[in-house]
């Protein structure tokens, strides 16, 4: 029986103010989206007609058809391409739907936060959600695969939301290459004449543009096309994720400038990070595909051991990496004064030692936002002559085996193990030499990965 297929409605379009964007994408939708006027009908679905949990009116479920011209890539074999090309199809015509709600709005909201999405990343959520359904038994060629593509497309938007939030938080000045979006729109509001606070303006807009993205995520996740059955598992999962994505959020906040203990610094790389960047998107897959119960679990058991140590990869990568590569200030951790286990496991091992100089200097540097190259310098020497670093490090090697376990007690195929493996590995900078899922990527090397949490 049907959940609920309504029929599909007209979108009304329009042709919005043009206003050059700073970086020639994120200050305006592109136009085939916003160009003409009139009605637009979305276009019929990738795999003909919606799921039997289908589509809410103007819900843009059966916009996932990319164009004709544009074969379909094996997602086996580049899933992030292939939930690039729903997602942009998506995007489009929420875009376009926007543009019928308000064109200024479009224009400036609507449209950054498509060309966001659209940037970069690794899409390690979304992959991680596919590999999910194909441990699950998902078979690529199916009409089910559309709605793994969906929930992927629905991971990389509620991503987004995080990011665009988490940047107003932390104050950062770069997203992915460019500025980001609370300094983008602060940068519009200078440049259109008008007074007043402009980093105010561009923070509330930015927290604007992070709802919608969220928005977007949850119509998204809610309309997959799945059976109903594997529509209600799944939204159960994205429900939890929901939940302790704000839960570490907040702890991650209440913890800065505090002395957080190693487990607590632990606790919270767990909810902020782990969670939903690695078991839950394993967990949203398997329970797509109906996967049974003490094996979902394994699995999950495996992603959350993969995802914290994704999260100490990124402690590490916060202070020790190369801003050229990361597309982050290096010390920006220190600077915020995150409680990162890097750092508390440094404060516990100064205080068993004595070493009250050292204990000082990094208490002093610690959510000092004006810290200077040279005392960073001298941190990072605390760092290493603790011992800290080379305890995360082996902290996650012993996460990474413990993942490993997990994973054998797991009955899958050779090719879905090897391929899941190679992406639990791909998450904290482990070796495979092939990465599934992401055709053009290499081995990735310990303290040149691309930080997890900012990508």
Known sequence: ???????????????????????????????????????????????????????????????????AAAPAPDPDTDTSRAVEQVLRAYLDERVTEAAGVDPVFAHEVAA??????????????????????????????????RAALRLGSALELIQACALIHDDVMDGSPLRRGAPTLHVDFADLRAASGTGGD??????????????LALAWADDLAADTGAQCAAQSSLLVQWRRMRQEMVAGQYLDMRAQQGAASPEQALRIALLKTALYTVERPLALGAALAGMDGRDAAALGAAGRCAGVAFQLR?????????????????????????????????????????????????????G??????????????????????????AEIDRLVRRGREHLARVPLPASVADAVSGLLGTAVGGPPARSPGHAAASRPESMSFVRGEHT
């Open 198 to 211: 402009h980093g105010g303006y561009g923070r509330a807009a930015a927290i604007l543009a992070g709802d």
């Open 368 to 393: 000092e936002p004006g810290l200077g190259e040279e005392d960073m310098r001298r941190v990072r020497d605390v760092l290493e002559g603790s011992g800290a670093r080379g305890a995360t490090e």
């Open 314 to 366: 990124d402690d590490l990568l916060g202070v020790f990496g190369d801003p050229a590569v990361t597309g982050k200030p290096s010390g920006e951790d220190i600077r915020g004064g995150k409680p990162t286990y890097l750092t508390a496991v440094a404060r516990a091992r100064l205080e068993r030692s004595g070493d009250t100089d050292s204990l000082r200097l990094l208490q002093r540097a610690v």
């Open 112 to 145: 950054r936060v498509r060309s966001l999405v659209l940037r970069g990343g690794k899409r390690l959520r979304a992959r991680f959600a596919w590999w999910g359904w194909r441990a699950g038994g998902g078979s690529p060629g199916t009409a089910e695969a």
């Open 1 to 67: 029986m049907p959940c609920g297929h309504a029929a599909r409605t007209p979108v009304p379009t329009g042709r919005p103010p043009q206003r050059p964007g700073r970086d020639g994408v994120t200050g305006g939708a592109p136009p085939d989206v916003l160009a003409g006027g009139g009605t637009r009908t979305e276009p019929a679905g990738l795999d003909g007609p919606p799921g039997p949990c289908g589509r809410e009116s103007g819900s843009g479920g059966d916009a996932f058809a990319p164009p």
